[in-house]
């Protein structure tokens, strides 16, 4: 599944200057998108690629399509077939009166809607009778049956829509590789292809064509949705662009038609391959790389796979155990089993590393069992974090990908949880949170840079702690006019571009939320120069 990162990842060598796009020359990016936009090129190790057919500025539409088909996530949890809201055992449900099937009310906005449940779709499952299958008894045992909702969908475009069945068909299933692996295969054998075929009796699909729409569905589908709905999605175009763990575009669904939108979030010149991530770019670089093969089935190479240091970002180095000076990063990490070692190799030998190597699989316990330490926080616990980086700051690099989302959760909370409210922090807590979205901002422009989700939402923590210091020392007569000026001029900064990023995003979404609160934040701003005169 092609993640969409919303929530939706050392030391920055970039200024932050040099990622961050000039505000006007994106804001006239609002051309509509046009084919025009891309080219469709072919490599031996990645197939079709979609590359740049014309020069692109941060925020400008590449592409925008509604999907192919959609519907529940394999291993969702009981959903209304119709719109996908959850559904649960003792809140309000309906059985559809035709097939049986579950529904949030008889007046779904979903019912009989292209990408709800058809009424092509109630036909076969009422037909084959598959409604009797649900255990309503057995609430939770409903969800095991929408696995095969979106194959069965896929495979009725082969005679509701041939052309969009065909498009289908050209994407990648990798039914090789899949077929080997039985965690895959065998899971797909029993949850989708003898449901179809046998549960449900439509056995005129073979089990080939339905192992491989599973696998076009693993390899090539979009995940989406909104307020608390996930779902996948087929789109026509959007799964040509390869995959690069620092890409150059972002894209956001919306709640109409499940259109998706892909903009560029930095200048992408003609010729230049289109990029989106597959992985989660806030996860290190053996995270990363597994996640793709056992997900997408290819080995990335991308600039910062192939570099231990990560772009000098160090998210996944260690602080060395012997000297307590360098870094252990990875000596190859394209290389699963390749040794970690000390990258302290300083000339002055009073601080030099006698020499420290460690084994991957080390490597990966010890992650491993941080990991499981860190799924264990709450993540508006701010002591329990602060513990964390606290307990770790000598074993792991401050830029860690585990200490990097600990600080993004950190840099959303102070201010907003109990007993950390925005008005009442002292100024040691408004420098901490300062000082945390400066931190990983660094390391974000690296990582995420130009116009995107992660980018907008830390700037725009950025701002509140810089303003309400700013207030306080102003209000306590311990600023200079000139200082203020200063400060008010980076808040306006941060804001107009958190503003404009955050304002790429659907209306119904809390980061779209942000970005107004971005805009009214300026808006205040704005008075301060009746006072000062203009910033
Ligand atoms: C969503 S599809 C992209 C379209 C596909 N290349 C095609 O021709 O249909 C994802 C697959 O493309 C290939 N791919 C994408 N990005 C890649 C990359 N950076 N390196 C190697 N293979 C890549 C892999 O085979 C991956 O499983």
Known sequence: MLKTQKKKNNRSSKSRSQSIVSVSSAEICQEPPSANNYRIKTSKIMGRYMVAARNFKPGAIILSEIPLVIGPLSNCEVQCLGCYKVLYENGKYYKCKSCG???????????RQTFGHTEKECQILTNTKSGRLLDYTNFPSLSQHFNAIVPLRCLLLKQTDPSQYAIIQTMEPHDEIRQA??????????????????????????????????????????????????????????????????PNTNHVDEDKEYRLTVRASTEISVGQ???????????????????????????????????PTELGTYMSALRCPKCQNGWVISNDPLNHEASWSC??????????CPGYKVSANSIRLLIDRITKEVEGLDSNDIQGMESFLQKYRNVLHPNHYLCLGIKLSLSQVYGKVTGYIINDLSPEALNRKKDICKEIMEVFNVIEPG?????????????????????????????????????????????????????????????????????????????????????
């Open 101 to 111: 099937w579950p529904l949030c009310s008889p007046n779904c906005r979903g019912l």
């Open 181 to 246: 692996i039985p965690e895959i295969w065998d899971v797909n054998q029993a949850t989708v292809v003898n449901r179809i075929r046998k549960d449900w009796g439509l056995s005129t699909y073979s089990a080939e064509e339905i192992h491989t729409i599973c696998g076009i569905l693993e390899v090539n589908a979009f995940e989406i949705g909104q307020g608390g709905v996930s779902l996948r999605g087929l789109y026509s175009t959007a799964f040509l662009m390869s995959h690069n763990c620092v």
């Open 273 to 307: 391959p289109i990029t989106l991530s597959y992985a989660h770019t806030l996860h290190g670089t053996m995270r990363r790389r597994e996640h793709l093969i056992d997900n997408k089935f290819f080995e990335c190479s991308c600039a910062k796979c192939a570099d």
């Open 343 to 352: 990258n302290n190799g300083t000339k002055d030998p009073s601080c030099r």
């Open 451 to 535: 116009f995107t989700r992660l980018r907008g939402v830390t700037l725009y923590e950025l701002h509140a702690p810089i303003m309400m210091l700013t207030t306080k020392n102003y209000e306590q007569g311990k600023l200079t006019k000139t200082e203020l000026r200063r400060r008010l001029r980076e808040v306006l900064e941060y804001l107009e571009e958190a503003a404009l990023i955050l304002g790429y995003e659907p209306e119904s979404t809390s980061e779209h939320i942000m970005g107004v609160a971005a805009k009214e934040a300026l808006e205040r701003i704005r008075n301060w120069e009746k006072l000062i005169g203009k910033l």
